[in-house]
């Protein structure tokens, strides 16, 4: 069984850094899509980053790209993501996700697991 356990969310004044892990284990394949997603109260879950674990393609949003950094430890298999210049519209739930296909991850945004959401409050 697939877990996605994250870490590392909290509460940071504008301009600073977090980095978000997430832990991930029961993933049957070494090839397979990991993802960062966020979610503020009353939007739409929106796509972050994603990376590939058996390369180094990655993809971002463009609101983060050049502040935000994917990255993952395949001999720990966790995932990270590095938050740097934190801005007021950071602010939301961040999900680890996972799924064999990116499509499912990063287009359609419907990847098969999901973790449990860590928050991150950004204040101005």
């Known amino acids: 069984q697939v877990q996605l356990v994250e870490s590392g969310g909290g509460s940071v004044q504008a301009g600073g850094s977090l980095r978000l892990s997430c832990a991930a284990s029961?993933?049957?394949?070494?090839?397979?899509?990991l993802g960062w997603f966020r979610q503020a109260p009353g939007k739409e879950r929106e796509g972050v980053a994603c990376?590939?674990?058996?390369?180094?393609?990655?993809y971002y949003d463009a609101s983060v790209k050049g502040r935000f950094t994917i990255s993952q430890d395949n001999a720990q298999n966790t995932l990270y993501l590095q938050m740097n210049s934190l801005k007021p519209e950071d602010t939301a739930m961040y999900y680890c996700?996972?799924?064999?296909?990116?499509?499912?991850?990063?287009?359609?945004?419907?990847?098969?697991?999901w973790g449990q959401g860590t928050q991150v409050t950004v204040s101005s």
């Open positions: 996700a996972a799924d064999d296909y990116w499509s499912s991850l990063w287009v359609n945004h419907d990847p098969r697991y």
């Open positions: 990376i590939y674990t058996a390369g180094s393609e990655t």
């Open positions: 029961g993933y049957s394949s070494r090839r397979y899509w």
